[in-house]
């Protein structure tokens, strides 16, 4: 399909080039396809790199959100919180290998560009929205610790879920993909999992 092969050159090329550096013409050159049809399809580079940045968090090209796809009903129906966290954190982790590169040209980019500081906001919005799922369904799981209100617990797995903590720890330190998701899992349990059963602080009903 055009799209896709359109889509998957942007991604490489964002990622080889960096942003500024990438054009609608060699991304058509790569493709095999013309500048035209580049422009057809995305009108300007921001849309082409929000295609870029979509394709690579969901791994395909499917009009599936992230959050309706198959593995969270295999996160929600298990008791277990060390393997809820495991399935989730696998999940993050693919999609950070993936697209951590091309979010962050997004945020060095949307200083002196409108078109980059809106899908930069698009995207932070994004992350809250699958930080606050992910403590909503910690919630039927388990008690959390105390010492922090929901949106603190929202905000520790937003950090957590940073691209550029991703960058940083697999790129600039070296570990594995694997090393990362258990990180993940471990750290968000550590940070926000009682370590007695207590009445719930972040659920719905008592906020």
């Known amino acids: 399909m055009t799209r896709r092969r359109v889509v998957q050159s942007a991604c490489a090329l964002f990622l080889e080039r960096g942003y500024n550096a ?34 690579a968090i969901a791994g395909d090209d499917e009009a599936v959100p992230v959050l309706e796809r198959d593995w969270t009903g ?15 954190a696998g999940v993050i982790a693919a999609a950070q290998a993936r697209s951590a590169g091309l979010v962050l040209a997004v945020f060095e ?16 919005t994004q992350r809250t929205v699958t930080a606050t799922w992910l403590l909503d369904a910690l919630c039927t799981k388990t008690s959390f610790r105390v010492d922090s209100d929901r949106t603190e617990a929202v905000d520790t797995l937003w950090v957590l879920m940073d691209p550029a903590v991703f960058d940083r720890l697999v790129r600039q330190r070296h ?9 993940f899992a471990r750290s ?8 007695q059963q207590s009445p719930n602080p972040y659920s719905e009903a008592t906020t």
């Open 109 to 124: 980019g949307s200083v002196g560009d409108p078109e980059l500081a809106e899908l930069s906001r698009q995207l932070i």
């Open 188 to 195: 968000a349990r550590r940070l926000l999992v009682a370590d």
């Open 74 to 88: 295999a996160a929600l129906e298990t008791d277990s919180v060390a393997e809820f966290l495991l399935i989730v």
């Open 22 to 55: 990438t054009t609608f013409r060699a991304v058509a050159a790569d493709a095999n396809v013309s500048v035209p049809t580049v422009e057809l399809l995305f009108g300007t580079k921001a849309r082409l790199l929000r295609a870029a940045i979509d394709l």
């Open 175 to 183: 570990w594995s993909t694997q090393q990362y998701q258990q990180w």
